[in-house]
């Protein structure tokens, strides 16, 4: 993965994105004078949303898998819920060193460098899985979740959140290209072979559901009336 990872650690850099260990410590919140304050109030509600849904749908102790964590702020901030454990993995290691480094103190969270694909997890089943802003680094959506789904708990579920997901071949495409675009003026077009447009069509194979869309009108309303509670990706759960 060392391609992979000087790619994406490189377009961080010139995204503004290589946080300091007081910034992430204190993650989503953020100062009000921040550049990417908005993107972090959309993260913040994901989390309080994510908490409250398994909060009620687990009520005994209950194991959580993050895929694709990063530096493990939504891990340690999951972690906070009561009778909870959360297992944390991504093969960008200098993030994940980073979260365990500033996260040491937490008991319940795990941080592990490897590939999902070829991690022996089998002697831990999980409640729910995460994906939070990393399911567009897997490039076939059947593989990632058939194998997440070997590692769920009966009724466990699967979520997919802050992510971009298209309706349409059209709108993927005009998503790739846009993407193109920014990778090349963020200095490496190489990032574009990393970065993948799915859409809602390749979820059809599976019990799923659109748990929040961004295009419905209530969040259209509730974008315009209760800014400080934007969402502006789908929320979609796999249930097992």
């Given at each position: 993965y060392a391609e992979f990872e000087e790619k994406y650690l490189s377009l961080r850099s010139a995204e503004g994105r290589?946080?300091?260990?007081?910034?992430?410590?204190?993650?989503?919140?953020?100062?009000?004078?921040?550049?990417?304050?908005?993107?972090?109030?959309?993260?913040?509600n994901t989390l309080k949303y994510l908490k409250q849904f398994i909060?009620?749908?687990c009520k005994k102790t209950h194991f959580v898998l993050e895929v694709g964590c990063g530096n493990g702020w939504l891990s340690h901030n999951l972690g906070?819920?009561?009778?909870?454990?959360?297992?944390?993995?991504?093969?960008?290691?200098?993030?994940?060193?980073?979260?365990?480094?500033?996260?040491?103190?937490?008991r319940n969270v795990s941080f592990i460098h490897g590939d999902?694909?070829?991690?022996?997890?089998?002697?831990?089943?999980?409640?729910?899985?995460?994906?939070?802003?990393?399911i567009q680094y897997f490039p076939d959506v059947s593989a990632i979740l058939h194998r997440l789904l070997q590692l769920l708990t009966p009724g466990?579920?699967?979520?997919?959140?802050?992510?971009?997901?298209?309706?349409?071949e059209e709108d993927a495409l005009a998503a790739k290209q846009r993407s193109a675009?920014?990778?090349?003026e963020s200095g490496d077009g190489v990032m574009n072979q990393y970065y993948?447009?799915?859409?809602?069509?390749?979820?059809?194979e599976f019990d799923w559901q659109l748990l929040y869309d961004p295009h419905s009108w209530i969040a259209k309303?509730?974008?315009?009336?209760m800014p400080g509670a934007m969402r502006i990706f789908p929320w979609i759960v796999i249930h097992h």
């Amino acid at each position: 993965y060392a391609e992979f990872e000087e790619k994406y650690l490189s377009l961080r850099s010139a995204e503004g994105r290589n946080y300091s260990d007081t910034f992430i410590n204190n993650l989503p919140v953020v100062p009000r004078e921040h550049p990417r304050k908005k993107e972090w109030t959309v993260r913040s509600n994901t989390l309080k949303y994510l908490k409250q849904f398994i909060s009620k749908e687990c009520k005994k102790t209950h194991f959580v898998l993050e895929v694709g964590c990063g530096n493990g702020w939504l891990s340690h901030n999951l972690g906070e819920l009561p009778k909870t454990e959360v297992c944390c993995i991504d093969i960008n290691r200098p993030e994940l060193v980073q979260g365990a480094r500033i996260f040491e103190s937490d008991r319940n969270v795990s941080f592990i460098h490897g590939d999902i694909f070829t991690l022996n997890l089998e002697t831990v089943q999980f409640s729910a899985i995460i994906l939070a802003g990393s399911i567009q680094y897997f490039p076939d959506v059947s593989a990632i979740l058939h194998r997440l789904l070997q590692l769920l708990t009966p009724g466990g579920k699967i979520h997919i959140v802050d992510s971009p997901i298209y309706s349409s071949e059209e709108d993927a495409l005009a998503a790739k290209q846009r993407s193109a675009h920014h990778f090349e003026e963020s200095g490496d077009g190489v990032m574009n072979q990393y970065y993948f447009h799915h859409q809602f069509k390749h979820f059809k194979e599976f019990d799923w559901q659109l748990l929040y869309d961004p295009h419905s009108w209530i969040a259209k309303v509730e974008r315009l009336f209760m800014p400080g509670a934007m969402r502006i990706f789908p929320w979609i759960v796999i249930h097992h």
